[in-house]
């Protein structure tokens, strides 16, 4: 499961329960305030990297938060405002490979693998695909504005489309 958030400011408590149709889609309930800007890497269970990926090749992207050290959780929004929500390992402690696993409000699903370029600051990138036949690709961590934008922050560009689609 993976859990990204778009909104600045957003309260989450991850919960399995049941849509309008029963269906056990994950909704997401407040319990705890997480501030993008406050989203810092600290070495322990408390840190925070920001998570940008696109989903397939029309545009669709998501912007969230994956927090924990090691493993934990993910939370986010998908640019048409579907929440996604999900964990993340990255195998050290069940001698697998790093593993992204995810669901999205609209039912869809998926896993990814991931890679660290620096683990210090938690920068990864990851590839996978959903339930629906979208590839996933991902990038998370401390300086993942920097990544994207080339060294310049503030030319930050996810590339989910013949076209750049800026992000700041």
């Not at 406050?38 to 070495?43: E, I, K, L």
């Amino acid at each position: 499961m993976i859990r990204i958030i778009l909104p600045a400011t957003v309260s989450i408590f991850l919960a399995p329960l049941a849509d309008a149709e029963g269906t056990g889609v994950l909704e997401i309930h407040a319990q705890k305030q997480m501030d993008m800007a406050a989203c810092v890497t600290t070495g322990d269970s408390g840190s925070c990297v920001r998570i940008l990926a696109c989903v397939g090749s029309g545009g669709l992207w998501i912007d969230g938060q994956a927090l924990g050290w090691n493993s934990g959780a993910l939370i986010g929004r998908r640019s048409d405002g579907v929440m996604c929500t999900g964990t993340w390992s990255n195998g050290v402690e069940s001698s697998r490979l790093p593993e992204v696993n995810f669901e999205c409000g609209d039912g869809s699903s998926g896993t990814a693998s991931f890679y660290y370029q620096d683990s210090l600051t938690g920068t990864a990138i990851a590839t996978g695909t959903d339930t629906m036949g979208r590839r996933i690709d991902a990038w998370s961590g401390e300086n993942v504005l920097r990544f994207l934008g080339n060294g310049n922050v503030k030319a930050a560009e996810l590339p989910c489309t013949d076209r750049a689609i800026p992000i700041g």
